[in-house]
């Protein structure tokens, strides 16, 4: 069973402060996306990350991409209160698995001032 | 350009009716899907079409039907609903592989 795994599930973090969210998947794959949720709304694409060592970056965020780990990472630099939000990564296995992508279990992320 | 619109927003339901969730998209993606959004589950496919023609079960596909009707629409259908399918309904839809998903904006769902 593909698996993808986020820790930490919840993150308080202080304004100005740098952390590392981490999502670990156990299958093969060089596709990786990153989401952003505000409470009652809908998903919208972060990041996209199609290969190995793979980096994007906008404003205080920051995805990587080590597919022979089975890891992604989300930077957050120098927090600030918009960032507060639920952080989805989700994988796009094989297609033995068929065509959809399988999300972890998300990350709710609150920045104190 | 619309990208994937989502009808009704909100729904009350009686324990027992039977409802239909509507799902477009203007962006000509070949696959659709449908996920359920709960607290602490994080999202769970309910079933998919990779592409117009075809559907398959998801994760939690008891309890609902699908039908592709064309590249555009992709419906879901509760047919005797219960309390445990109260949730938001998030329809999204993919170009193909190597592309991410674009989400509409969701259902939310209430069955009493």
């Known amino acids: 069973e593909l698996k993808v795994e986020q820790n930490p599930l919840f993150l308080s973090m202080q304004e100005g402060k740098n952390y590392t969210i981490y999502c670990n998947y156990s299958?093969?794959?060089?596709?990786l996306y990153w989401y952003r949720q505000d409470p009652g709304k809908s998903l919208e694409s972060l990041f996209v990350l199609l290969s190995n060592g793979a980096v994007k970056q906008e404003g205080r965020l920051m995805a990587s991409l080590d597919t022979k780990a089975r890891l992604s990472t989300l930077h957050i630099t120098a927090a600030v209160h918009d960032l507060s939000a639920t952080y989805f990564c989700a994988v796009d296995p094989n297609m033995e698995y068929g065509n959809k992508l399988v999300f972890g279990a998300g990350t709710i992320l609150r920045v104190k001032s | 350009n619309a990208g994937v619109t989502q009808t009704p927003k909100f729904q009350v339901l009686k324990t027992g009716q039977s409802m239909t969730l509507q799902c477009a998209q203007d962006?000509?993606?070949?696959?659709m899907y449908w996920y359920r959004q709960d607290p602490g589950m994080g999202l769970r496919l309910i079933y998919y079409s990779a592409s117009e023609g075809t559907t398959d079960k998801g994760e939690v596909p008891n309890g609902y039907n699908v039908s592709r009707l064309n590249k555009r629409e992709f419906s879901l259908r509760l047919e005797s609903a219960a309390p445990s399918q109260t949730s938001v309904y998030f329809c999204?839809?993919?170009?193909?592989?190597?592309?991410?998903?674009?989400f509409g904006s969701g259902t939310r769902l209430t069955v009493v």
């Open positions: 962006m000509n993606h070949n696959s």
């Open positions: 299958t093969t794959s060089d596709r």
């Open positions: 999204a839809s993919r170009k193909g592989r190597s592309y991410g998903y674009t």
